[in-house]
């Protein structure tokens, strides 16, 4: 079982952005400093939702600050940024880190960042395959040329190359994609990639696109032991208190003035109507999906998920508590009391 934080860098309310931030990054300290296996870090743009707005960028800081625990992007946003851009970037990351970033990527959503970045809504609708796979070819191949509907451009030299790590370790940075629809499943599976499964999504849920992934990467004539070897990773949140009662009162004090704050700043390119979560209902879903209470219970229910799901990485949300002080507590709890219940 590995157990890592998943980081937003969420602003609550009354909270400045640079608060946010040093909650972020005190946050990923503390997890190497507990044990945890790795953190993973959200990218977002204009909401304070999440005020990191280049998951690479702050992927790159950590690594610095850090020497064991693994570091990785959830997600990278491809249609927001050329697919060359990020693959060199992540052969940076890999290289100087001795191997130890992980690269998440993903389709977004229909924001107002496609309108900002250039890419347009057709980049978000239609164009994250082409995208995904300039990525996988610049990480894999020593000269790649774009020649594909979006991409297009004359052979150039892969510099720096990912396989160019020094010592042992892996030929390139792990790729992992972010799926939240049958679609999506089917295009990891092809690529024989892990998948990032959301918060928002029960074990059930989670077993069925385990096995639907499985079936489309048979269908891609994957060999068996790819899927043998690929780790999906889990998202979820963690809060650990002595009592349930009191873990779960933590985040519903909490969370719904950030969900409610950040999720209506998102804009939509192209003024299509969204359909919002009540805050404080999804808290307490979440609340009830995820390892939420005392240490036993939330093994307890790491565990329950690995046994229905098959997936045995996970990226908690460590900061709804929205206090640092707090947040470094919860981040300890997980490492020190959890973590070994599972061993």
Same mark, same amino acid.
């Given at each position: 079982?590995?157990?890592?934080?998943?980081?937003?860098?969420?602003?609550?309310?009354?909270?400045?952005?640079?608060?946010?931030?040093?909650?972020?990054?005190?946050?990923?300290?503390?997890?190497?400093?507990?044990?945890?296996?790795?953190?993973?870090?959200?990218?977002?743009?204009?909401?304070?939702?999440?005020?990191?707005?280049?998951?690479?960028?702050?992927?790159?800081?950590?690594? #610095?600050?850090?020497?064991?625990?693994?570091?990785?992007?959830?997600?990278?946003?491809?249609?927001?940024?050329?697919?060359?851009?990020?693959?060199?970037?992540?052969?940076?990351?890999?290289?100087?880190?001795?191997?130890?970033?992980?690269?998440?990527?993903?389709?977004?959503?229909? *924001?107002?960042?496609?309108?900002?970045?250039?890419?347009?809504?057709?980049?978000?609708?239609?164009?994250?395959?082409?995208?995904?796979?300039?990525?996988?070819? *610049?990480?894999?191949?020593?000269?790649?040329? #774009?020649?594909?509907?979006?991409?297009?451009?004359?052979?150039?030299?892969?510099?720096?190359?990912?396989?160019?790590?020094?010592?042992?370790?892996? %030929?390139?940075?792990?790729?992992?994609?972010?799926?939240?629809?049958?679609?999506?499943?089917?295009?990891?599976?092809?690529?024989?990639? %892990?998948?990032?499964?959301?918060?928002?999504?029960?074990?059930?849920?989670?077993?069925?696109?385990?096995?639907?992934?499985?079936?489309?990467?048979?269908?891609?004539?994957?060999?068996?032991?790819?899927?043998?070897?690929?780790?999906?990773?889990?998202?979820? @949140?963690?809060?650990?208190?002595?009592?349930?009662?009191?873990?779960?009162?933590?985040? @519903?004090?909490?969370?719904?003035?950030?969900?409610?704050? #950040?999720?209506?700043?998102?804009?939509?390119?192209?003024?299509?109507?969204?359909?919002?979560?009540?805050?404080?209902?999804?808290?307490?879903?979440?609340?009830?999906?995820? %390892?939420?209470?005392?240490?036993?219970?939330?093994?307890?229910?790491?565990?329950?998920?690995?046994?229905?799901?098959?997936?045995?990485?996970?990226?908690?949300?460590?900061?709804?508590?929205?206090?640092?002080?707090?947040?470094?507590?919860?981040?300890?709890?997980?490492?020190?009391?959890?973590?070994?219940?599972?061993?």
């Amino acid at each position: 079982m590995r157990v890592g934080t998943f980081v937003l860098a969420a602003q609550f309310p009354g909270q400045g952005q640079g608060e946010a931030l040093h909650r972020a990054v005190r946050s990923a300290e503390v997890a190497e400093e507990s044990g945890l296996d790795s953190v993973w870090l959200a990218e977002h743009h204009f909401v304070p939702y999440g005020v990191c707005p280049s998951a690479t960028t702050l992927a790159a800081l950590l690594l #610095g600050r850090t020497r064991r625990i693994r570091v990785g992007t959830a997600v990278s946003v491809l249609p927001n940024q050329h697919p060359v851009t990020l693959g060199e970037q992540a052969a940076l990351l890999h290289l100087t880190s001795g191997g130890r970033f992980s690269l998440g990527v993903g389709r977004g959503g229909p *924001w107002v960042d496609l309108e900002v970045f250039g890419g347009g809504l057709d980049a978000y609708e239609k164009g994250f395959p082409e995208a995904l796979e300039l990525l996988l070819e *610049w990480l894999d191949k020593p000269r790649v040329a #774009g020649g594909g509907e979006r991409y297009g451009f004359r052979e150039v030299a892969v510099v720096p190359r990912a396989d160019e790590l020094l010592g042992d370790g892996p %030929p390139g940075p792990e790729v992992i994609v972010a799926c939240t629809s049958p679609k999506s499943v089917k295009l990891a599976a092809e690529k024989g990639l %892990p998948m990032l499964l959301g918060m928002h999504c029960g074990d059930e849920e989670k077993a069925d696109m385990v096995a639907l992934w499985r079936s489309a990467a048979r269908e891609a004539g994957q060999p068996a032991e790819v899927a043998e070897r690929v780790a999906h990773v889990s998202a979820g @949140v963690a809060q650990i208190a002595d009592r349930p009662a009191d873990a779960v009162e933590t985040l @519903v004090k909490t969370m719904p003035g950030w969900l409610r704050q #950040g999720l209506d700043a998102h804009v939509t390119v192209d003024g299509r109507h969204r359909v919002m979560r009540d805050p404080v209902a999804y808290t307490e879903f979440l609340c009830g999906l995820h %390892p939420v209470g005392p240490p036993r219970l939330a093994a307890d229910r790491l565990a329950a998920t690995a046994e229905r799901t098959g997936i045995t990485r996970f990226a908690l949300m460590v900061e709804g508590s929205g206090d640092l002080a707090a947040t470094e507590t919860n981040v300890q709890r997980l490492g020190t009391e959890v973590l070994p219940l599972l061993e």
